[in-house]
């Protein structure tokens, strides 16, 4: 029986003990107190009044993300990447709709789809493929009926990346039938070849949105602060809509925080600092790796997130088991079967911890399979 990623987090949060975390794909997170002086303490608890997003905010935004889209593309939303992924689906879809969804990837697509009565396709990708996405298969998978395709890139949990005439290919694709591209960019930025950047959907297709946030890149999952960009103005129009009546406005004291690390030199400093964290704890699990005849893998090209495969037999949800209740400290990770059944015999790690507690969590890691 798969189980899925919510049964694996409540049997994470029902296991006590110590435990090495090699599951969290952010980067470790910064203290509030290292911008304090730079956060405006006067305003009250009451909201900024700004409904589509603070102006300075999403000038900020357009520029480090390196968006060729006007402000009117852009709205700052509170619930991060993952409200702007829930408005995008709630703005499209309908019952007996059509989506594509890469296989392994996030659930909440399909997720969403399943209690919407919409028929999901999956759209896999292949360890023989280093993970890299089959757009020949795609154009197989898409119909009249498709009224949507999800993607991920830098991809979790592998790791894979895309390059820009990869999107526009799948974007083409998606043109042919008038389908919508959902463009999942929360890695966008953390790629280990720093002379590459992912592509921006939103950037090459009017019928796209794309969805962010700095919940991977900078550690900062608790603030919820995040944002959709797209030049389709209907789509716009009803994803505003339905964030309205449902919440208003934005959580003012987590726009208060975003509005300080999304300005351009504390965006720099910090992505400068992912990237350092990434490269150190990535160079260590490529020498790891290479020295251990049972496990194998893709190098990411992007993210925090890598997919391992190991060679020994035991079920991925059973090696989870044992080893999150080691002892004296257990090892977190994720079971390859939540993503797939088909991904039996990996398991999904992130490496944006502080180098100290990630190598030793990995060694413990490594040693105990089999």
């Not at 700004?50 to 593309?73: F, R, S, W």
């Not at 996405?133 to 998978?141: A, G, I, N, V």
């Amino acid at each position: 029986m798969q189980r899925g990623l919510q049964e694996w987090v409540e049997y994470l949060l029902a296991t006590p003990g110590e435990k090495y975390d090699l599951s969290s794909i952010a980067r470790h997170h910064p203290d509030l107190a290292e911008f304090a002086g730079d956060i405006d303490l006067e305003p009250s608890f009451r909201w900024s009044g700004e409904l589509h997003g603070a102006k300075d905010i999403v000038d900020n935004i357009i520029e480090t993300q390196k968006y060729d889209l006007v402000p009117d593309n852009v709205m700052p939303i509170s619930g991060g990447t993952s409200m702007a992924i829930f408005l995008a689906c709630m703005a499209l879809l309908r019952p007996g709709d059509e989506v594509v969804c890469q296989s392994p990837g996030w659930q909440q697509v399909p997720s969403i789809c399943k209690r919407m009565n919409i028929r999901i396709k999956e759209w896999d990708l292949r360890s023989e493929d280093n993970w890299q996405p089959d757009t020949d298969k795609l154009k197989e998978l898409v119909t009249p009926a498709t009224k949507l395709i999800y993607i991920n890139f830098p991809h979790n949990p592998t790791g894979c990346i895309i390059d820009t005439d990869k999107m526009a290919e799948i974007c083409n694709i998606a043109s042919r039938y008038g389908a919508y591209v959902l463009s999942d960019e929360i890695n966008r930025g953390l790629e280990w070849d720093e002379n590459l950047l992912s592509p921006c959907a939103a950037n090459l297709y009017k019928r796209s949105i794309s969805a962010a946030s700095m919940s991977k890149s900078f550690g900062a999952t608790g603030i919820r602060y995040g944002w959709f960009a797209t030049k389709d103005k209907k789509l716009y129009g009803d994803c505003y809509d339905i964030y309205y009546n449902s919440f208003l406005c934005n959580n003012h004291p987590s726009e208060i925080i975003a509005r300080s690390l999304l300005k351009p030199e504390n965006y720099s400093k910090l992505m400068k600092e992912s990237i350092e964290i990434g490269k150190k704890n990535l160079d260590f699990l490529h020498k790891t790796i290479e020295e251990n005849e049972q496990w194998s893998w893709t190098p990411p090209g992007g993210s925090f997130s890598c997919f391992l495969k190991y060679h020994t037999g035991e079920l991925s949800w059973d090696f989870f088991k044992r080893m999150i209740n080691n002892k004296p400290i257990g090892v977190e990770f994720v079971p390859g079967s939540c993503f797939s059944e088909k991904c039996e015999y990996h398991v999904r790690i992130g490496f944006g911890n502080r180098h100290y507690h990630f190598t030793q969590g990995l060694n413990l890691l490594i040693q105990s399979a089999g």
